[in-house]
């Protein structure tokens, strides 16, 4: 596609619950990267795809998040019994190789936990 | 590990006028990239620009340009004849070698006065 797409773009969830979020990356681009942004803040490292493998979990936060990512395609990235602290929206990424010409982030996912 | 230092919160600059944004950084590493990224209330992340630190000439995008000072692991975004639509938060970000992923300084919030 010609963008970066991400749903949903909102997501409001009960506290305990999984859920499921979508990324959908520029066509081409073998690296897909998955960010956290709580708010007022910076971008925290996730998981990173070099097509359907991750070279790097290194930052997901706990056992509860697990992300695939299917070829060099579509990933998702799945939250189990979600916390009130998970609440935060969720960016993806995609770039060509390594990225050195930057990466195409989403919109992203607001995910809420009540 | 390599990390991002954006030591001011905010920022706030006349429109037309002139502004700069602060970035350092550290690493151990020979080459690498740097990137300033705008993030709009949309969400959505977009790059301004990009250096090569293999490059000594500081890149330039239209009204942004950046002063990349190697030795001093320092990385600054100057915004000229500032505009409304520049309203924003910018991230520094750097990138390492293969494998590696964009690590993000906390952010600045730039807002412009009418």
């Known amino acids: 596609g010609a963008g970066v797409s991400q749903s949903p773009s909102n997501k409001v969830t009960e506290k305990g619950k999984d859920v499921e979020l979508r990324c959908d990356p520029i066509s081409g681009h073998t690296a897909l990267y998955w960010y956290r942004q709580r708010l007022g803040q910076g971008l925290e490292f996730l998981i990173y795809?070099?097509?359907?493998?991750?070279?790097?979990k290194s930052g997901l936060p706990s056992d509860r998040f697990s992300a695939e990512r299917t070829g060099e395609s579509v990933s998702t990235l799945t939250i189990q019994r979600t916390q009130q602290e998970d609440s935060a929206v969720y960016l993806c990424?995609?770039?060509?190789?390594?990225?050195?010409?930057?990466?195409?982030f989403g919109s992203g996912t607001r995910l809420t936990v009540v | 590990a390599q990390t991002v230092t954006q030591s001011q919160p905010e920022m706030s600059v006349q429109e037309a006028e002139t502004v700069t944004l602060s970035c350092t950084y550290d690493?151990?590493?020979?080459?690498?990239?740097l990137f300033w990224y705008k993030q709009p209330p949309s969400r959505q992340m977009i790059l301004v620009i990009r250096q090569e630190a293999y490059k000594q000439q500081n890149a330039t995008e239209n009204r942004f340009s950046v002063n990349f000072q190697k030795a001093a692991k320092s990385f600054s975004l100057k915004i000229s004849d500032s505009q409304l639509g520049d309203a924003a938060m910018y991230f520094c970000a750097y990138l390492g070698g293969a494998n590696s992923k964009l690590t993000f300084g906390k952010g600045i919030t730039l807002s412009v006065r009418p």
């Open positions: 690493t151990s590493e020979s080459d690498y990239y």
């Open positions: 990424a995609s770039s060509l190789d390594h990225g050195d010409y930057g990466y195409t």
């Open positions: 795809f070099q097509g359907n493998s991750a070279p790097d």
